[in-house]
């Protein structure tokens, strides 16, 4: 469900996930999973945790422990679709996708216009649930780790072969990325 509520809590994890405008696939045609892979090392700068991630070529689900000294999960989270956005933005510019462009401009509403923005890259709303029970979090984990695997993906035959993902931390404590922390030393 997506929520146009503030979340307040701190000291607490979140099951979040936001998405490319009508589900294009703006991760991938940008080549973009190192970029968020950066915003994520940002968090952790902020003092935040990321204990989970998969990031797919249309959107992207994580797990984050937010401390009472950093930001809120809407600011973090509405901070860092901007900050990527620009990079989508300017990315496909300089692949020449001017197509794709036009349609991101297409897209803005007039207040969005009006405020000066020049092209819409995401949903405007994100999903954001707090992890109260450590069942939740380990549904949440299995539901990400499998994620590039099943259904309509196919992205890896199998999840610890996907690199964009915590699954390899989780099974193998892999910690390729430098950034993640285990839930449940937060949790």
């Known amino acids: 469900m997506v929520t146009h509520k503030k979340q307040e809590g701190k000291n607490c994890i979140y099951y ?3 998405t ?8 991938e045609i940008t080549d973009f999973y190192e970029n968020i892979l950066d915003w994520f090392r940002l968090l952790v700068k902020q003092n935040c ?3 989970a991630f998969v990031a797919i070529p249309n959107h992207l689900h994580f797990m984050i422990y937010v401390p009472d000294t950093a930001k809120d999960i809407n600011t973090l989270v509405a901070n860092g679709k901007r900050f990527m956005a620009y990079k989508i933005v300017k990315k496909l510019k300089k692949y020449k996708q001017n197509e794709l462009l036009e349609k991101l401009s297409d897209k803005l509403h007039q207040n969005e216009i009006n405020s000066g923005k020049l092209h819409k890259v ?9 992890c109260e029970t450590e069942n939740f979090i380990k549904q949440k984990l299995d539901y990400m780790h499998n994620n590039p695997v099943g259904g309509k ?3 890896a035959e199998d999840s610890l072969k996907y690199r964009y993902s915590s699954a390899r931390f989780y099974e193998n404590d892999d ?3 430098y ?3 285990h839930y449940e ?3």
């Open 20 to 27: 490319c405008l009508d589900w294009l696939h703006l991760f």
């Open 185 to 187: 030393d937060v949790f």
């Open 16 to 18: 979040c996930t936001f």
């Open 49 to 51: 945790k990321i204990t």
């Open 153 to 155: 993906w196919n992205l």
């Open 122 to 130: 995401f949903k405007a709303s994100f999903d954001c649930k707090l």
């Open 175 to 177: 910690n390729e990325f």
């Open 179 to 181: 950034f993640l922390t």
